[in-house]
């Protein structure tokens, strides 16, 4: 019986982490999560640099302790294709263009019918040493427009 329960926690930590899977930003599609990429910023646009005084006519202060949120859009991609990256407060400094970054457990957001990539509180954006690819900005994925259909059966 000691000889069982030692054995357990080997196997416990051996199927703990798995190694990432990085994808290409050509395969990325509509409602998808968990992508890990490596991709070179190209653009890097602030969006939103003001916190949420404006919004109910309250003082951001009392509100949020954390201070405004900022929002940018960034071009990223690596040599399959590119898409619109939404940065997100302590993102934004990291996004600058000519900065090669993994973004691990990323997402697809669709934003007015075309994708943006996001990662929230549950991924990492990591900045890594620079990358030998030329980012395809022929095939931005952030310019296909979707639209849900229902079918009716």
Same mark, same amino acid.
């Given at each position: 019986?000691?000889?069982?329960?030692?054995?357990?926690?080997?196997?416990?930590?051996?199927?703990?982490?798995?190694?990432?899977?990085?994808?290409?930003?050509?395969?990325?599609?509509?409602?998808?999560?968990?992508?890990?990429?490596?991709?070179?910023?190209?653009?890097?646009?602030?969006?939103?640099? =003001?916190? *949420? @005084?404006?919004?109910?006519? /309250?003082?951001?202060?009392?509100?949020?302790?954390? !201070?405004?949120? %900022? $929002? #940018?859009?960034?071009?990223?991609?690596?040599?399959?294709?590119?898409?619109?990256?939404?940065?997100?407060?302590?993102?934004?400094?990291?996004? =600058?263009? *000519? @900065?090669?970054?993994?973004? /691990?457990?990323?997402?697809?957001?669709?934003?007015? !019918?075309?994708? %943006? $990539? #996001?990662?929230?509180?549950?991924?990492?954006?990591?900045?890594?040493?620079?990358?030998?690819?030329?980012?395809?900005?022929?095939?931005?994925?952030?310019?296909?427009?979707?639209?849900?259909?229902?079918?009716?059966?």
């Amino acid at each position: 019986m000691a000889t069982a329960a030692a054995a357990a926690p080997s196997t416990a930590a051996t199927s703990e982490k798995k190694k990432p899977v990085f994808v290409k930003a050509e395969s990325l599609k509509p409602g998808t999560h968990g992508h890990n990429l490596t991709v070179k910023v190209v653009d890097s646009k602030t969006v939103k640099a =003001t916190g *949420g @005084a404006s919004r109910g006519g /309250r003082s951001s202060a009392s509100l949020n302790t954390r !201070g405004p949120a %900022r $929002l #940018a859009e960034c071009l990223v991609g690596d040599e399959t294709g590119s898409i619109l990256f939404t940065a997100r407060n302590e993102q934004v400094d990291m996004m =600058t263009p *000519g @900065a090669t970054v993994i973004l /691990r457990n990323a997402k697809i957001d669709m934003f007015k !019918g075309s994708m %943006r $990539l #996001a990662v929230d509180k549950w991924g990492r954006v990591e900045v890594t040493e620079p990358a030998d690819f030329d980012v395809n900005q022929e095939n931005n994925l952030s310019l296909v427009e979707y639209e849900l259909v229902n079918v009716e059966e």
